[in-house]
């Protein structure tokens, strides 16, 4: 049976031509977001509601990214924090130096103040990323591929266009390797590992992983 390696490799997979590959993944991820989008409907619009209830609006957070080759895009999120949470984190890095080392490090914060109690919980079953099937079906993100990177996160790395040759996924191998619990420095690697290794096969096997990964929380905050 074919496994995925700690690195995200899978044992005996030949890389398809990739034309082909990546005609298949854009129709594969079109029909995926819209039957998503009908069928998660219902729960999309219970959670905009807690999330008006809970902390008022907006509901849904829009942050710029970086897209295949480089481009700009806007990802949808649901809104997880308070308003202002970018002075905040300003604050909290300056004033706690365990925190500034730890974000520094995975880019994160396992206990972020700045999280609406709603927001808590969308954060660790990852339906704040639910919006992001928008993002897919308009061609700027996959349901598979490398998370998508703040503007200026991959300046002068060296793994930024072998990256960035890809459109950034909802998933993949970063999200089933342990997420947050990963440093800045492995989510990289596990992102150019999955450039180089794409597939059909790793696509499946990182889907079917996903719903474990979701399940179990791990890394999730």
Not at 75 to 104: I, P
Not at 165 to 191: A, C, H, K, Y
Request: hydrophobic share 40%; net charge positive.
């Amino acid at each position: 049976m074919e496994q995925v390696s700690r690195q995200g490799t899978v044992s005996g997979v030949v890389p398809t031509p990739r034309l082909l590959y990546s005609f298949a993944k854009r129709v594969v991820d079109v029909f995926l977001s819209i039957l998503a989008l009908v069928v998660f409907s219902p729960v999309l619009l219970l959670i905009a509601v807690a999330i008006w209830l809970d902390s008022g609006l907006p509901v849904l957070y829009r942050c710029e990214r970086i897209g295949r080759y480089g481009q700009p895009i806007i990802v949808l999120k649901f809104r997880t924090m308070r308003d202002g949470s970018h002075h905040h984190l300003e604050e909290l890095l300056t004033a706690d130096e365990e925190k500034r080392l730890e974000y520094g490090s995975r880019r994160k914060l396992r206990d972020d103040p700045r999280r609406t109690r709603v927001g808590t919980l969308l954060r660790r079953t990852s339906l704040d990323e639910l919006p992001q099937l928008v993002n897919v079906l308009a061609g700027e993100m996959s349901l598979v591929g490398p998370r998508p990177y703040f503007p200026g996160e991959l300046a002068r790395r060296a793994e930024a266009a072998e990256i960035l040759r890809v459109r950034p996924g909802m998933t993949g191998l970063w999200q089933v390797n342990g997420r947050s619990d990963r440093t800045f420095e492995e989510r990289i690697g596990l992102d150019v590992e999955y450039v180089r290794r794409r597939s059909p096969l790793l696509d499946t096997v990182i889907v079917l992983r996903t719903f474990a990964a979701v399940i179990s929380g791990r890394g999730a905050y």
